[in-house]
């Protein structure tokens, strides 16, 4: 009697959480297609780090613009690239861009990467289960040690909250055509110069061989000196520099 009371309870308690979490699991999940459409990538060097995104943008099947800028300026030495639907992306981006303004007016200084990073995954795991929002990042940035040496950060974290530091990153549908060229010419020494070489073979490899439509990329460095937009149609791929 009391072990069939027990079961009765537990099977009741499982039904009314699965009654409450399903449906917004489903509907999360049914849309959660829209955060990989954009593709973003990431590679961090000795003293720097290279982000770059898609300028596209557009709503249900219509192109609006091609000109988007999706990597924000979060202070200085932080950029921080942004995929996933229009609203939440400028909504979130905008959001953590203020209040690490906000802090470092307060503090007189501004956060370290690590502690940017867990405030970013922070407030995606508190809107989880509220009104997430639908945006995969790349947080790229440098801090300076009290010895003036340079010490740069990736880092990447996913619409649902979870974080890995890498030392190179993609998201998006463009993700699944560039991790082999991530892989093959990443190395721990790699200069500047290389990194953006293996930026252009990534876009190029997205823009041959992905169905939907990526015409422009927008790439910025981060390193010491700050932050600044690059021209890679100056830039000659690696695989030309070696043969």
């Not at 970013?120 to 940035?141: F, H, V």
């Amino acid at each position: 009697g009391t072990q069939q009371t027990h079961l009765s309870l537990s099977h009741s308690s499982l039904a009314h959480t699965a009654a409450l979490t399903f449906p917004f699991f489903f509907n999360y999940f049914k849309h959660s297609h829209k955060t990989m459409t954009d593709a973003v990538i990431g590679i961090q060097g000795k003293d720097f780090v290279v982000l770059s995104a898609d300028a596209g943008a557009g709503f249900s099947i219509i192109v609006m613009k091609h000109d988007e800028d999706k990597i924000v300026k979060l202070d200085p030495n932080k950029i921080l690239a942004c995929n996933g639907e229009n609203g939440d992306r400028v909504q979130f981006s905008e959001y953590i861009q203020k209040n690490l303004a906000l802090y470092r007016f307060t503090n007189d200084r501004p956060t370290s990467m690590k502690a940017a990073a867990h405030f970013i995954r922070g407030e995606l795991a508190d809107a989880l289960r509220r009104k997430p929002y639908q945006t995969n990042l790349l947080l790229g940035g440098v801090d300076t040690t009290k010895d003036n040496n340079v010490v740069p950060s990736l880092y990447f974290i996913d619409y649902m909250a979870s974080m890995q530091k890498l030392k190179y990153g993609a998201h998006g549908y463009g993700a699944f055509f560039v991790w082999g060229l991530l892989d093959k010419y990443y190395h721990a020494d790699i200069t500047q110069d290389d990194a953006l070489s293996v930026m252009k073979m990534c876009i190029e490899e997205i823009q041959t061989r992905l169905l939907m439509n990526s015409p422009n990329f927008i790439v910025k460095v981060v390193d010491k000196d700050g932050v600044r937009l690059v021209d890679l149609s100056t830039v000659q791929s690696l695989e030309k520099k070696t043969a």
